[in-house]
């Protein structure tokens, strides 16, 4: 993943494609630094209900073992799964505490 | 096989013959009969394709531009407001580099409510990146389908194909129907090297700052400025596998014509048959038939107006409080190039007859003056 | 060039009737050229269709206004609207009517009048109902026995080709409109 994750930059005409695109997987973009509050799952409340994992816009919520887990690499703090959570166990808290 | 057809059924046969894969299209008058043949032909398995209907001709062209990225050649029709519904992603076809093909049938824009035929829908989006072709005969609308995926595929601009509401869409004619098997030596399948590809996953359109924004637009320019290389290159190529032949401009006796009528669409077909009446007169016009906009053929229009005297352009289009649009185009193109005097005439607006007397009377008046005395002049119009 | 004007009313079937004669003189190698008046069709509201036939290829695409001759499909029409107005000098008249030609002076000295009796042929093929006979096909029979532009055995062959349904019956109706026409 490292090394996926250097800039890309043009240097010539030749090398920019037609159109817009990225050369690569957006995933080595991260924008969790875009973040300014992070959600927190109590996962002794959650239910697995997977709703967390279906709304999130970024699809930046894994499915690992059974219980969901943000992928903080791209979680932008946008709040979704908190508010959408049935058992509302999942808590927006502010980046750096 | 020959067989007499309605224009909007030869854009079915085109896009029939070309193999589309995507076909996404909501339903307008006089463009209707198009995707009603399509979706016959779909159903019946003669085409192996997926007919998407939609809610919009928004939803339209958006639903052919996630077809066209999955690398799938992807067809729409549609008519003035319909059109201009698209607008937004017409900018986006183009932008994303896409060889979308789609014909639009030429209606008046409303208001007032309309459903004849004026370029206006067609000429406003000119500047889109979309490659424009206007057609005269359902034989040139059915060609032309399947040469726009050639030459939208190799540069990979969008193409419009353009006809005239009822005097072609409506109108029945003989039309060659070529074999299944020449168009597919013609034209491969479409292999698209950008693709979306889970695979091998990009993002497309991101955001793009002013240090490389330009760059996409140089790019799409020079795309267009290569499309004219391969209209130009298509054309004997064509000729030579079904015995048609189709320029980026169509003359007719303009070598020892000192009048020159400009024109496109059924306007230019009728201007052709003018020109014989006139001619049989005495009379020395040719006409300049316009067959596509853009990319604009600027050298072949400055080559076949070189010997005119007087030019004169008649458009079935107005740009409000300026010219007709295909006399800003001709002028702009002749502009340091000649002197000759360049009359704009505005006729035929929402469907009203552009009659071989319509050019007389045009004809006429250009005879008694010099050089234009008006901006632009209206043709029977009511006083 | 041949340019004629079909009269009818919406639901008639007169624009097909126009395709259906293109594609019968286009067997024979003709260049021809049918188009519907250009509006808002609505069900028995009268309607136009024109053709243009010639040996070399058409440029004209603006309507017909002096059309060479007529076809009225309807003969409602005939006391309705003026079925005449720009018809040359010399034009054939040919009325879907039970009528005698001489009926139809009232239309003029300058044309020559044609009838056939389309409904009763219509309704004896049983196309569309008594009260709504489909007489599109029936009339069509009747164009090559009085202009020479094309013969019968295409339009019987385009006629089976184009209709939805029926061709027998059409075809049929064709050859007898073309047995029976009166003022030949």
Not at chain 2, 68 to 88: D, K, P, Y
Not at chain 2, 133 to 139: A, M, P, V
Not at chain 2, 322 to 350: C, D, M, R, T
Not at chain 3, 53 to 79: A, F, G, N, T
Request: proline share 5%; net charge neutral.
């Amino acid at each position: 993943m490292a090394k996926d994750r250097k800039k890309i930059d043009f240097k010539k005409m030749e090398e920019l494609p037609p159109m817009v695109m990225s050369l690569r997987s957006m995933a080595a973009n991260p924008t969790g630094s875009w973040r300014n509050l992070k959600p927190v799952i109590d996962l002794s409340q959650c239910i697995q209900c997977t709703i967390c994992w279906k709304f999130c816009p970024d699809a930046a919520i894994d499915w690992i073992d059974g219980n969901p887990v943000i992928n903080m690499d791209f979680c932008k703090g946008c709040g979704i799964c908190a508010e959408e959570c049935p058992k509302k166990c999942i808590e927006m808290i502010k980046e750096g505490k | 096989m020959k067989k007499v057809m309605m224009g909007n059924h030869a854009i079915s046969y085109g896009a029939t013959l070309a193999r589309v894969q995507v076909i996404a299209a909501y339903p307008i008058t006089p463009q209707t009969q198009v995707v009603e043949l399509l979706s016959e032909i779909v159903a019946d398995q003669k085409l192996k394709a997926e007919f998407i209907k939609v809610e919009s001709e928004h939803s339209a062209m958006a639903a052919c531009i996630g077809a066209s990225s999955a690398g799938a050649r992807a067809f729409t029709a549609t008519s003035a407001q319909g059109l201009a519904l698209m607008h937004e992603l017409l900018h986006w076809a183009a932008g994303a580099r896409l060889p979308i093909v789609m014909a639009n049938i030429n209606r008046a824009m409303a208001p007032p409510w309309t459903i004849w035929t004026d370029q206006n829908d067609s000429l406003s989006q000119r500047d889109t990146g979309w490659m424009q072709i206007y057609c005269q005969s359902n034989q040139e609308v059915l060609d032309s389908v399947i040469m726009a995926y050639k030459v939208a595929e190799k540069v990979l601009m969008p193409v419009m194909i353009v006809l005239d509401a009822f005097s072609l869409s409506h109108t029945y004619e003989s039309v060659d129907i070529p074999d299944q098997a020449l168009v597919d030596k013609y034209l491969p399948a479409f292999d698209y090297k950008y693709k979306l590809d889970v695979k091998n996953p990009h993002t497309y359109g991101g955001l793009t700052t002013p240090d490389w924004y330009m760059e996409f637009r140089i790019k799409m320019h020079e795309a267009m400025e290569q499309a004219l290389v391969e209209i130009k290159k298509e054309a004997p190529v064509f000729q030579k596998v079904f015995g048609r032949f189709y320029d980026t401009v169509d003359p007719y006796m303009v070598d020892d014509a000192e009048t020159v009528l400009v024109t496109s669409g059924t306007a230019a077909s009728t201007a052709r048959f003018a020109v014989d009446q006139l001619r049989a007169e005495g009379k020395k016009v040719g006409n300049l038939r316009m067959r596509v906009l853009r990319p604009f053929p600027f050298a072949d229009v400055r080559q076949q107006l070189k010997n005119a005297k007087k030019i004169i352009i008649v458009d079935r289009d107005i740009s409000y409080g300026y010219h007709g649009i295909w006399a800003q185009e001709v002028k702009s193109a002749l502009y340091g190039h000649s002197q000759v005097p360049v009359f704009n005439f505005i006729a035929g607006l929402g469907g009203r007859d552009i009659f071989p007397e319509t050019y007389y009377n045009i004809i006429a008046l250009v005879e008694k003056k010099d050089k234009p005395d008006q901006e632009l002049y209206w043709v029977e119009v009511k006083k | 060039m041949v340019e004629i004007r079909f009269h009818g009313r919406g639901g008639q079937g007169t624009v097909i009737a126009g395709k259906i004669l293109a594609d019968a003189v286009s067997k024979e190698d003709k260049y021809v050229q049918a188009f519907p008046q250009f509006g808002v069709e609505r069900r028995g509201a009268p309607v136009f269709a024109f053709i243009r036939i010639d040996e070399k290829p058409i440029y004209i695409r603006s309507k017909i206004v002096l059309p060479q001759h007529v076809i009225v499909v309807d003969p409602s029409l005939i006391d309705a609207i003026d079925v005449t107005e720009g018809l040359k000098k010399g034009g054939f008249i040919l009325i879907n009517s039970s009528r005698h030609p001489d009926e139809f002076q009232n239309l003029g000295k300058d044309f020559r009048v044609f009838t056939v009796d389309a409904n009763d042929i219509a309704i004896r093929h049983r196309l569309g109902s008594k009260a709504a006979p489909i007489v599109n096909t029936a009339i069509l029979g009747a164009v090559p026995r009085i202009f020479d532009f094309v013969k019968l055995a295409s339009i019987v062959q385009s006629v089976r080709e184009g209709v939805p349904v029926n061709p027998d019956e059409n075809a049929a109706a064709a050859q007898e409109a073309y047995d029976s026409v009166i003022g030949v």
